[in-house]
Every structure is written in structure tokens, then in C-alpha cells.
């Protein structure tokens, strides 16, 4: 499933593992490693399929996923991938991201009226047979935004859909933006937004949705109880390439054809995706337990000559990052407010940032399979990404001439805050895999030997479950914490860091941040060129600001039994991935 804006994981992406969610001195980035990476390529060797045939895949989890199996519900990254071989988007996109007509549906952008327009396939169908219809387009937007659903998808990116804001907070039963011009069981809906936005031409872009549910299936279920109902939980229907088969619940699910399927007959006979301990997977690798599989970089050297299997791998969208606690989150406002003179001052965070060896870690930890990132934006986002930015590369003597001029004056071993006050900083970071804990130490060493007492929450990692319950809850006794996004396929990176943004954990917020993020996503930015100064003055202006430190990216890697073709990780192929996976002939 393609990442929209406003599924983007919160989560830690370490070098040790990606979870939903985080020596010597170089000056890499981005751009030289994905030249590196061109040694990996994306998708395995082209060849004739046959028909038949069963596939294992392994989900690496650390626990057993949540089993919510819908686009609208879910929040874990595993009942994603648990029921991905189901699921297609209502449009497929090119390699850039752009929302091309070749999907179940078509799109069609009218700035001057305000509207899009959406109109699905005849022979799109539900596997139960169905013909996938308007309502199913239009019902999303009623789960998502009805409060009884609990659903965490509504932002005011959806709000710019007129009438949502209003049936969201129960001044109307229907949705007045949301027509269906031939009727509920037509297949035509015209979206009409109050402001045009230049990435609603992008797929993730947040501001309308990609998914249909089946009304016909989930209408007599009260909103309140649709998140638990069976028809969720163990019997849900999709318009994707399989149908669920049987589910194990938090363990496995398997899924057969769907024989109404409006691009054909799928080449295989059963398709098994299974948990699996991230600590298990190269002896699950090595010993061909699985037919795809993902590799983790701690594992690479014990699995990259393993036999019998293809390894094709890409650079994801998605960042980890160091954030600095600055503010604090305003429940009866309903956003973030930036503290008058936060603990973490400017020069303090910028100064974190230089002393901390990454390219080192990565190269030593990971086999360079982890890479440093210079700013928040990727590279894979083309001219977006500003290719000058240098971000945080390891300088220690510019570390300590920053807490110099600043005032941070040392007193024995540590430094003192500016007015003579002594300065204590509590790191929240969160447990891993094995070589977690040596990483994370030996940032705090590099931040000792600039005179910062760094310590961390409670005197050791923190676990997994108790440490997103702090961050996400705005808790005390913190006051930086690792932290890693799986972002959209649109480049706008407001729904992350405006201070409505729930996911705004820093709580950094002022005048500048606020409209550098508006004027990106206005109606002017239509102008390419504009709105790409706007990403590289973003992108400088949070450099400079340092709330958030841009640390590491990685290579995605996934080892696929050579006997199988047609698995690629390109975006064109994403809607397409399990229909044209098969065995070689």
C-alpha cells in the first residue's frame, strides 16, 4: 500500500530495525548513496510466469500484528502488510508519484471549478462479486471522519473537502462536498475542495482519499462497533488481486484469488504472510524457510551470500531523526505551543547535532547500508530536495565553538546553562535490537566529550510500547528522543511539522515555520518553480532552526526466492505488485 500523508508512521528507524513507528567524519549524503545503491536492483529478473504455485512471505515483527483490516482503521505498519496482497488503491501512479489513469479508477483535476473527479472501472469488482460503486469511494470519508470510528485519519488536509469539517463535528448527517452525480450504485464522485492544493496531483498527498470501502458489506455496522466487527477483524473483502483465505489471528493470513479481479486471473494458487522475529530472519533466510523476506542491515554480512535467492532492494521514503523537545502540546487549542525559553535552546540542539558521528556508526554498525541525510526532504523527491544542504556531518570543534559563543561555559566536567544554572539533559530513546544500545551509547559519549550531561530516561532504554505512550502523550521527564517517519508519497511535509500537526512532537513552532509551510502548499505553488524555492528555504530554515536533527535513511532490502519473478519495488508497480508475481516457467 502506497503511504499517504496522513498514514505516515511515527516510529524510531534504527539501525537496528524499522519500526512503526529511528570514528571519522564525512561529508556523504544522500545523493552519493544512492549511487551506491544502483549494486541492488529493484526488482527481480523479467521472465515467463506459469500458473500455480504457493508463496511464504515473512512480516519481521517483534510482536503480533493488531488484525484491523481496513486503510481507514488500521495504525500499526503490520496489518498493512498483513493485507497488502488484498488491498489496491483506487489509482496507480508512475515512478514519480504522479496519479496516472491506468488503476481501477480515473482522475480528473479541474482548478477553476474546485473539484476532482473520480470515476471507477466498470468490472472493478469486490470479491464478493460487486461492482465497486460511488458510495464505496464516498464512505471512507464518513468512517474517517465520524468521531464514533476512533479513526486517527482526520486532518485538516481532509478538512479542505467542503462539508467535512462540518459532518466531523456533527453539524450534518452527509458530507456536501462529496457528490455522486449517478447516484450512490453510480460509479462516478466529483470532490469539491474550498482551496487547490499543487500536490493533489501526487498520490499521498492527503487531501482526498485513495481507498474504497464496501458499503454494501459494512453498512448495517454502527460506526461505533465497525473497528472490532468480524467483517473488520476476520472476514474483510477487498477489490485487490486475492482474497482473504483464513487469518491466524496476530500470527498469519492467507489469501487465494480473487476471481473477479478486473485485470485478470492472479498466477498463483495461495499467497501465506507469517510474523517473524527480526532476530530469526537470517537463519529463515539461510535456510530458505520463507520465499520473501526482508534483510536487516545488523544481518547483511551473515545472509549476502546465501544461494538460491534473488536480493533487490530501494531507498525508502522515510527518515530518522533526533527531535528536541521544545513546547508543548495545547489540548483546549488543539495544537502545539513553543515554550518562551525552552531547556533546549538553539544552540544547544545545533551542537547535539554536530558532535554526532553518524557516518561512523553506519559504516561500522551497518555496513553503510544505513546512510546520513542532510535535510527532511529525501532526495528521491527530485529537485525538491536540496541538494546543497550539508545537514549535521560530525564536526566536534564546531560543537564546542557554538556552545562557546553561546555561553554554555564549562564547570568541572559539564557545562552550565547561559545564566550559571546547571544543564542535565534527558534522552528518551527506544530499545532494539542488539546493536541498539552500543549506537545509542555511543552518542551519549560523543555528547559527553563536547561537556553535555546527556542521560537517559529511567537510566536505560526505553520499552517499545511505554515509549510511545510518552511521546504520543506529550509526557514529562524527556527532553529529546529518537524518532523516524514513514513519509508520504507527496513531498509536503505539513501534516508533520505545522503546529496543528498532532505528530508535531517537538512542538516547534513560530511565524517563519508557519508560512514557509503554507506558501509550499498554496495555490501559487502550482508554479513548480515556486514551490521548489519554497522546499529549499524550508529546508535550510530547519538546518539552521535544528529542532529536529535529520540523521539516517537506509537501503530497503528484501531477498526473493530466484524461482519467482515479476516482485518489483518500484512505485509504477506497487497496485500491480501481487498480480504479476508468479513462479518462472
Sequence with gaps: MKKSKILASVGVVTAAALTLVACGKSNNNATDETKTASKFPKETPVKTTKKGGNVKIAMLSASPFTGIFSPELYTVSSDSDAMAPGVE???????????????????????????????????????????????????????????ATKSQRYTSSLANIVGLEEYHN???????????????????????????KPGMYNSGNGYFWEYAE??????????????????????????GPYKMDKIVRGQSTSWVPNKYYWRGTPKLNKITIQTLSPESASQALKSHKFDIIDVRASQWTQVKNTKGVNFIARIPLSYNYLGFKVGHWDAKKNKSVMDKNPKMA??????????????????????????????????????????????????????????????????????????????????????????????????????????????????????????????????????????????????????????????NYTHFVTAKNNKLLAEMDSEKAFDHKYRVQKFHEWQEYMNDEAFVVPTDNFYSIKAVNSKLTGYSLKPSKNNSLYFDLGYVK
Design 89 to 147: 488503491d483506487l489509482f496507480d501512479i508512475n515512478d514519480t508519484y504522479k496519479i496516472n489513469n491506468n488503476g481501477p479508477a480515473t482522475f480528473k483535476l479541474d482548478r477553476k471549478a474546485k473539484t476532482i473527479t473520480i470515476e471507477v472501472k466498470e468490472g472493478v469488482k469486490w470479491s464478493d462479486g460487486k461492482q465497486v460503486v460511488a458510495k464505496d469511494i464516498e464512505y471512507p470519508y464518513e468512517i474517517i471522519a465520524n468521531k
Design 170 to 196: 456533527g453539524k450534518s448527517k452527509t458530507i456536501s462536498g462529496i457528490e455522486m452525480p449517478d447516484g450512490e450504485n453510480g460509479r462516478k464522485v466529483v470532490l469539491h475542495f474550498k482551496q487547490m
Design 214 to 239: 464496501p458499503y454494501h458489506y459494512l453498512k448495517d455496522i454502527p460506526f461505533s462497533k465497525l473497528m472490532a466487527s468480524d467483517k473488520i477483524r476476520k472476514n474483510p473483502i477487498f477489490f
Design 346 to 503: 538553539k544552540p544547544v540542539r545545533q551542537a547535539i547535532g554536530y558532535a554526532m558521528n553518524i557516518d561512523a556508526v553506519d559504516s561500522h554498525y551497518t555496513h553503510s547500508l544505513f546512510f546520513r541525510v542532510p535535510t527532511l526532504i529525501p532526495a528521491q523527491f527530485g529537485d525538491y530536495f536540496d541538494k546543497n544542504a550539508k545537514g549535521f556531518p560530525y564536526d566536534i570543534k564546531k560543537a564546542n565553538s557554538i556552545l562557546d559563543k553561546a555561553g554554555y561555559k564549562k564547570k568541572g566536567k559539564w557545562r552550565v546553562q547561559p545564566n550559571g544554572k546547571p544543564l542535565t539533559i534527558y534522552y528518551l530513546a527506544m530499545a532494539g535490537t542488539s546493536i541498539q544500545e552500543p549506537i545509542i551509547q555511543n552518542y551519549i559519549q560523543q555528547w559527553h566529550k563536547v561537556g553535555l550531561n546527556v542521560k537517559l530516561v529511567g537510566g536505560r532504554l526505553t520499552e517499545t510500547n511505554s515509549f510511545y505512550d510518552k511521546l504520543q502523550n506529550d509526557a514529562s521527564g524527556f527532553d529529546m528522543f529518537d524518532g523516524g517517519w514513514n513519509l508520504s508519497t507527496e513531498p509536503s511535509p505539513n501534516d508533520l511539522y505545522n503546529e496543528a500537526a498532532p505528530f
